[in-house]
């Protein structure tokens, strides 16, 4: 009994400095409540290996997932999934829609107002891609002319990097984690 309990904490442990979890509002659920419940209702933003969408089946798999359904498990609960965006997950946190959620998230200073963040599982930096051979981009400030387009999510990290650079950049924004083409629509970068 005394190992299982012990397992159990760790287990939560490791689930409280892994993940993003809501802030606690009055009425907020306790692992108790969870534990009662038999669920664990998690929120979760596909993209690259931590969250994966099978297309065909709309199943979840990747590293997060795998982490959060042993995690359930050890605390004898199941994992319910809902999907969210960068854009909207911590609305998704704050009214109860999820208990935590599971995404390659950045903590900024306005999400952390918002939600408790746990420490980092990993760190990622901005990162930009374009065709070989182009040679147009040695530095950011390359990406400062009228006709550079830039392609991010919105609500990402470099969503939010390319609004706090100054130039005259319009992106195209898609509202949608998945790598689908033509999702979103072009908008101007400051309108965000």
């Not at 979760?44 to 931590?50: A, E, S």
């Not at 200073?109 to 746990?118: D, G, I, N, S």
Request: glycine share 10%.
């Amino acid at each position: 009994m005394m190992r299982k309990s012990f397992l159990t904490l760790s287990a939560l442990f490791f689930f409280l400095s892994t993940f993003t979890i809501g802030g606690l509002p009055a009425g907020a659920k306790t692992v108790d409540d969870i534990v009662k419940e038999g669920t664990l209702t998690v929120g979760v933003i596909p993209y690259g290996v931590d969250v994966i969408k099978d297309p065909r089946t709309s199943e979840y798999s990747g590293v997060f997932i795998e982490a959060i359904k042993h995690i359930a498990s050890e605390i004898n609960v199941k994992p319910a999934f809902k999907e969210f965006t960068w854009a909207n997950f911590i609305a998704g946190l704050q009214a109860g829609h999820v208990d935590v959620s599971v995404a390659s998230t950045y903590a900024t200073m306005k999400r952390a107002l918002a939600v408790a963040f746990t420490r980092p599982v990993y760190f990622l930096g901005i990162e930009g891609v374009a065709k070989k051979g182009d040679t147009r981009f040695a530095r950011p400030e390359d990406l400062n002319r009228p006709e550079v387009k830039v392609a991010v999510t919105q609500g990402t990290g470099e969503h939010r990097w390319l609004i706090a650079v100054p130039g005259p950049r319009p992106c195209h924004l898609r509202n949608d984690a998945g790598p689908r083409r033509g999702s979103g629509g072009a908008f101007e970068c400051r309108d965000f």
